[in-house]
């Protein structure tokens, strides 16, 4: 090991953010990092999310995120926030068109504003489509925290804009998989593309790269 640490800082609710956190944690560690995930969680009851999702929960937490909603937040496992790293990568869930709740919640805090003061971070947007306004805005964030962004990108879900958007609904209001078709007509999965899965260790070992520099 080269004696340099990452934090792999992460909310999931689906899983997505949780897969992609672990592949770049494998990333990390071959290319010499030790990494150290830590899961933000939201621990007040009712703030707790789970599916399937209440029609009026999904409306009020995408609402919150986009009117800029901060709530207390735990840690998983509680002592990764206690130490100093040479770099943080955020993975940052899209509600609406805005990073999640939680996400910025972390970066409004003393907690996040103390972790990130004089460090280098990276933002990994995982999302259905919508990538952009939560990038600018988490990296607007980490800077005003005092840290040094350098290189955030967009991992996607598969099918266009409908498809996908139908799936994510379905998803997050059921108890299964999802819906397989709609109307005769075949629905993508729901979860990160295989082309984004496939990008994450790359992007990773670049990122680690530029920051060692």
Known sequence: MSGKRCLLLY???TGQAEKAAGLAAEAAR???WEPVLC???MPAPQDALVRPMRIADSKKWTQGAQKGLTVPLAYDPPEAMAHRYNAVLLFSNTWGD???VPMRSFLESAQGKALLHDSDFGVYVICRRL???NLDIVRTLGEAAGGRFVDGEPFTHP???IGSLIQTISYLHR???GLRRLFGLPLPRYGLSDEAVARIPAF???LLSRMSA
């Open 11 to 13: 909310y999931s609710l």
């Open 30 to 32: 071959g290319v010499g």
């Open 39 to 41: 899961r933000i969680t």
């Open 98 to 100: 805005h990073p999640s």
């Open 131 to 133: 990538w952009r306004k």
């Open 159 to 161: 099918g266009g804009q």
């Open 175 to 177: 108890s299964d998989s």
């Open 204 to 206: 990773t070992s670049q």
